[in-house]
């Protein structure tokens, strides 16, 4: 039985708040972690609503967009597990209703922030294009905007929305294309000061095991997305990258020197480790 103190000791410990991502592509980081750290009180967003809540000081800890990772001064990354792709992603997606070189205006997914980011370099970069921006509500159909291209991003974008398209960009794809790297989506970061109590070990062992989990999670999210399950499975184990490795970081540097040349996040933030190196 715990004495008082230590009984005290653990309700000053816990819980830590952990913020994730309600999409199918974070579902290997997040579905082993209730068990591996039931002390931990999770909690499911979009991403750009958790990336304001941990500037806040909401949550300690969050599956951030990685734009926000640049944004927020004094955070740290605090596990090598990510999304990320190396090539196509399936789950973001550029769709225009002109040409590219005639794209005038831009509806952007409400609950994009790096996606949002790296399309706007995009189509800056290689076509010199600096489109008016419009807002798409999270939940509302991407026909019913008026834009000449729509950025789609999650679940939603593995469906294509009705209507008649010039061009579909994979966003992933594009970007490997042009830069040569992989491109990172979000990682685990935690606001400046926070404790992490060893959850930065316990997010390791929930993304390996999430791995290993694969056709569980295609089988059981699936029906819910309206996407076959075969689908869903071949999108997890041959689209994403979960570990954010050498390429990885090269590829988060890069996207954060170009994001912030092009004013999108301030300049010379280097990427912080907890315990001051990559995980």
Known sequence: MLSVGE???????????VGAVTYLNTRPLVVSLPSLAPEARIEVDYPSRLAERLQRGDLDVATIPSIEYFRLPGATIVSDACIACDGPVKSVKLYGRRRVEQIRSLALDEGSRT????????????????????TLPIGTPAEEVDADAVLLIGDRA??????????????????????????????????????LLGLDKTLVAARDDGEKRLEEIARSDAPALGVPESECLAYLRDHLVFHLGPRQRRGLETFGRMAAEHRLAPAGVPLAFHNGKPA
């Open 7 to 17: 009984m005290r000791a653990k309700e000053e410990r816990f819980p830590i708040r």
């Open 115 to 134: 996606s949002a980011a790296m399309g706007r370099i995009l189509l800056k970069e290689r076509f010199g294009l600096q489109p008016d921006l419009r």
């Open 158 to 195: 593995m469906l294509a929305p009705p209507g008649e398209f010039e061009f579909v960009w994979d966003l992933g794809e594009e970007w490997s294309r042009w830069t040569g790297l992989p491109f990172v989506f979000s990682m685990w970061v935690a606001r400046p000061g926070v404790d």
